[in-house]
């Protein structure tokens, strides 16, 4: 599956509970931010956010407090492009942050 293809799918399935999907799919024909720029040209780190992306929709699944995983997300989202500005430190972010969900 093409990977914009895959994104919108995981989006699609998180975006029915109201979290920020959009921020998990970024435009790749005009990427915003440097997070997004890196996502856009490197294919494992768009595929560690694709990990990333399916433990938090199946960490939405199990938990029993969605809104306070969405908004952990979220903070972690914000987080993510204040702390890493290339590929190593974005796969180890998305590494252990698929780590941390699948705990859930």
Request: glycine share 2%; aromatic share 6%.
């Amino acid at each position: 599956m093409h990977r914009h293809a895959f994104l919108l799918l995981i989006a699609g399935a998180v975006g029915l509970t109201g979290a920020s999907a959009a921020r998990a799919v970024p435009d790749c024909s005009k990427p915003k931010t440097k997070v997004e720029w890196l996502l856009c040209s490197n294919d494992r780190l768009a595929a560690a956010e694709q990990r990333m992306a399916l433990a938090f929709r199946e960490a939405l699944n199990r938990t029993s407090d969605r809104k306070a995983l969405i908004k952990e997300q979220n903070e972690w989202s914000e987080r993510l492009s204040d702390a890493c500005n290339d590929v190593p430190c974005l796969m180890q972010a998305y590494r252990e942050r698929t780590e941390e969900l699948q705990t859930y």
